[in-house]
């Protein structure tokens, strides 16, 4: 294997694999990341087992060939080389890395070794924009928690219609559903995947302007990017499934509401972060919605501290309701609102209330109240 790519493009894709690359593990070959030059283009592959990255670059490849070697090694060394040409060069199963006066040799381990990643068949895609989709996984990215009796809610559900797709997580205690449309429509598809995968997908595609390809196995599913300059894949990255059935998410969702109000979602935001600070262990603070005002009263109190209260304006209809939430978790839902100003609807002190966004119905959070 000879291949020269400079500096900067080769600290890209290590920077990119680097994600499915684990720093202590069992297997120590997967400590290692696949090194690949063949038909003028360099790639790099790592994988976790539950993962795998694969990147691609152009490069000058004056013989084909293939080693695996530590990713801390040769992503150390490069980070610190100028960004000039970088010459790869293997002889029997060591690497040795140029630049300009820098050299080091690396002992490399035979691809025999590196763990295969499944080819997908590719029989059901789907095209959309790489910059939608990770904005929307990143809406609802935080709220899925660990769960061994219930693992399908560990994920993210991805659920692929002729509308376009609906991405959906929670933890039992909260729930949001973001829609995203797309141009070409799909079969009725879902899929749940883990939280890792929809974190390294945001990271590696969200600020890429290509278009997503998606491509659905029986318990994988791969998530690529090409390149520009190029009819050739740029980013792969596959991963497993997670194996279940999702939970009936849309029975959660309450059909109707009896109290409405309409608030500005900054100053709603600013004022339930002051109440957390008085909101005690269990993070409670009360909402007192009088419809006839116009108006929410929120209110918190920490036996050790003291208390608070503070009044937002609205626009209201509906009852008259008294009740109480965790503080983080509407955080959690108003951060990811997008629009200047928030829909608040309950039916009652004991049922969920639902966070909208004015303007836009591609987005809904539904937050469970804490019961006295």
């Known amino acids: 294997m000879n291949i020269k790519v400079l500096q900067s493009k080769l600290k890209e894709g290590l920077n990119i694999i680097s994600r499915a690359s684990l720093k202590s593990t069992t297997l120590p070959i997967l400590k290692n990341i696949l090194i690949k030059g063949e038909n003028n283009f360099l790639s790099l592959l790592s994988t976790?087992?539950?993962?795998?990255?694969?990147?691609?670059?152009?490069?000058?490849?004056?013989?084909?060939?293939?080693?695996?070697?530590?990713?801390?090694?040769?992503?150390s060394f490069v980070n610190l080389l100028p960004n000039e040409k970088v010459d790869l060069i293997l002889k029997k199963e060591t690497l040795s890395v140029q630049c300009e006066d820098y050299k080091i040799q690396i002992n490399g381990v035979n691809t025999k070794e590196f763990p295969i990643i499944p080819k997908i068949e590719e029989k059901n895609s789907i095209?959309?924009?790489?910059?939608?989709?990770?904005?929307?996984?990143?809406?609802?990215?935080?709220?899925p928690s660990l769960s061994k009796v219930k693992p399908e809610i560990s994920g993210i559900l991805l659920c692929f219609t002729k509308e376009g797709v609906k991405i959906v997580a929670t933890d039992s205690y909260?729930?949001?559903?973001?829609?995203?449309?797309?141009?070409?429509?799909?079969?009725?598809?879902?899929?749940?995947?883990?939280?890792?995968?929809?974190?390294?997908?945001v990271n590696i595609f969200k600020d890429l302007d290509e278009e997503m390809e998606i491509i659905f196995g029986d318990n994988q599913i791969l998530f690529r990017a090409n390149m520009k300059?190029?009819?050739?894949?740029?980013?792969?990255?596959?991963?497993?499934?997670?194996?279940?059935?999702?939970?009936?998410?849309?029975?959660?969702?309450?059909?109707?509401?009896?109290?409405?109000?309409?608030?500005?979602r900054e100053e709603f935001l600013n004022k339930i972060k002051a109440a957390s600070i008085f909101s005690g262990r269990v993070n409670e603070v009360n909402l007192d919605i009088n419809t006839e005002k116009e108006e929410i009263v929120i209110k918190s109190q920490a036996t050790d501290l003291g208390d608070y209260k503070a009044k937002i304006k609205g626009r209201a209809e509906g009852d008259k309701v008294n009740v109480s939430f965790n503080n983080r978790f509407l955080l959690d839902?108003?951060?990811?609102?997008?629009?200047?100003e928030v829909v608040f609807e309950i039916s009652g002190d004991s049922s969920p209330g639902v966070l909208k966004p004015v303007g836009k119905s591609d987005f809904l959070y539904v937050v469970m109240p804490i019961k006295s």
């Open 174 to 201: 909260r729930l949001a559903e973001k829609q995203i449309n797309i141009k070409n429509k799909s079969s009725n598809l879902s899929f749940i995947i883990p939280q890792k995968t929809a974190r390294e997908v």
């Open 127 to 143: 095209n959309l924009s790489s910059k939608s989709f990770c904005e929307g996984l990143s809406q609802i990215i935080d709220i």
């Open 229 to 264: 300059e190029a009819e050739h894949p740029y980013i792969e990255l596959t991963s497993k499934l997670i194996e279940g059935e999702y939970p009936d998410y849309k029975s959660i969702i309450p059909p109707s509401f009896k109290s409405q109000i309409i608030l500005d």
């Open 333 to 340: 839902g108003l951060v990811n609102i997008k629009s200047s």
């Open 48 to 75: 976790d087992l539950e993962i795998g990255i694969n990147w691609w670059t152009l490069a000058k490849v004056e013989k084909d060939g293939e080693i695996t070697v530590p990713f801390n090694v040769l992503s």
